[in-house]
Every structure is written in structure tokens, then in C-alpha cells.
């Protein structure tokens, strides 16, 4: 059964370093998202992507982060100068379409920011 | 605004008990999708049941069951014959219709089964 993945499942990281979490989305679907589950608390919606542009944001997606699909496949999330509160799991979603039932989740990466 | 609301920090079930795990939700829209999931200790999400609001009947998907009561805005979940591994924390989601149908999650039931 096809799934979705990401890489790295654990970085750790140096405030004011630049990380960037990698997602591949299962290969048909079009509509891709970011969440962050800061540790112990609910998952967060940060931003949906649809057709290589944001679609939607929530107020934690400052210009610190930014989103990009650099290839057919990857979807990626930058966070350009990392800080101690960005410390959380991260989990990559899609969906083959916008109202399709269910998202599909990554596994997560914990972002660890020291 | 929509809203999902689980009131429930922690549960603890004796194995092979069936639990109910609360899930109650707000919103102004006449279509919206509920879902179920399980996160277990290692982080990852993982898909149980979803109940679409036009559904006439409950969702059922093995031991999972979707206690959906539209008047009430409630959508529980409930875990027949619970098993050791059924230990996790359960969310609980709304897919919403207006923008990109992004989910909203509320915070979550630890739930413990006990042997």
C-alpha cells in the first residue's frame, strides 16, 4: 500500500540554523500539507500546497518557513533561522483530492532545536 | 469558528473492556468530515474511522466503531475488546469544507489499557 514518507524521523539542530524537513507524498495525489505537533500538545495545521503554490497558511507559518516541491516527488519545508519553540514533530499530509476523505499522514519528524 | 473539543486527558480500560473515547465538535457548515486517529508511543499518525456528516450509519472499521449523534455534535469512538497495543493517544479531527480542506484536531485522550 503506498504511503507517505519523510526524512530524516529525528533532527537535531542549533538555533539559528537553517533545517529542512523532506516529505514524499503518495505519487497520485495533489494536495499536500505540513503540521506540527509540539510535544504533548494537539497537531497543528501549518500549510496546504496545491499546484507548486501555498494555498492556505496558518499564523505559525511566518516567513521564517517556506514550502517548496522541487521535483515531481518531494515536498519540502524550510525553516530558515530556527528557534527553541520550533522544538516539535512535524508530519507531512496529502490528499489525492481537495475533498477527498482522508489525509494521509507521514510518520513525522522530531525537530529537536538546541 | 470550527472547534474539537475531547475532554478526556487520560482513560484507562481493562484488556478485552470496551472504552468510549469523547470527541464533541463545532461548526456552522452542513458538510464536514470527522475522523479517528491513533498515535502510538513511536509518534506516527495513523488512520482509524471517518464519518462523513451525510452518513446515515455510525462508521464501523473492525473493532472501531463511530458513535456519531449530528444533533448532539458528538463523535465518540468506541474500542470494543481492547487489546495491550490499543495503548496510545487517540485524536480526534475535522476536515473542513471552506479553503483547503486543511483538519483541525483537538488535544487528544491518552488512553491506557490495562492487562
Known amino acids: 500500500e503506498p504511503e507517505v514518507t519523510q526524512t530524516p524521523s529525528h533532527q537535531v539542530t542549533q538555533m539559528g540554523q537553517e533545517v529542512i524537513l523532506r516529505c514524499v507524498p503518495i505519487?497520485?495525489?495533489?494536495?499536500f500539507y505540513w503540521y506540527r505537533q509540539i510535544l504533548g500538545q494537539k497537531v497543528e495545521f501549518l500549510v496546504s500546497f496545491y499546484n507548486n503554490e501555498i494555498s492556505e497558511k496558518s499564523e505559525i507559518f511566518d516567513d521564517q518557513f517556506s514550502v517548496e516541491r522541487p521535483d515531481g516527488s518531494n515536498f519540502t519545508l524550510k525553516i530558515r533561522s530556527t528557534k527553541l519553540e520550533d522544538s516539535a514533530m512535524y508530519f507531512c499530509?496529502?490528499?489525492?483530492?481537495?475533498?477527498?476523505?482522508?489525509?494521509?499522514f507521514g510518520p513525522g519528524t522530531r525537530l529537536t532545536v538546541l | 469558528a470550527q472547534k474539537i473539543t475531547q475532554t478526556q486527558p487520560g482513560m484507562f480500560v481493562q484488556e478485552k473492556e470496551a472504552v468510549t473515547l469523547d470527541c464533541t465538535y463545532d461548526t456552522s457548515d452542513p458538510s464536514y468530515g470527522l475522523f479517528w486517529y491513533k498515535q502510538p508511543s513511536s509518534g506516527e499518525m495513523i488512520f482509524l474511522i471517518y464519518q462523513g456528516s451525510y452518513d446515515q450509519q455510525n462508521a464501523t472499521e473492525g473493532r472501531y466503531s463511530l458513535n456519531f449523534q449530528k444533533a448532539r455534535k458528538s463523535a465518540n469512538l468506541v474500542i470494543s475488546a481492547s487489546q495491550l497495543g490499543d495503548s496510545a493517544m487517540y485524536f480526534c479531527a475535522m476536515r473542513e469544507i471552506q479553503g483547503t480542506y486543511k483538519y483541525i484536531f483537538g488535544t487528544g485522550t491518552r488512553l491506557k489499557v490495562l492487562a
Open positions: 505519487s497520485n495525489h495533489l494536495y
Open positions: 499530509a496529502s490528499n489525492r483530492q481537495k475533498n477527498a476523505d482522508t489525509q494521509y
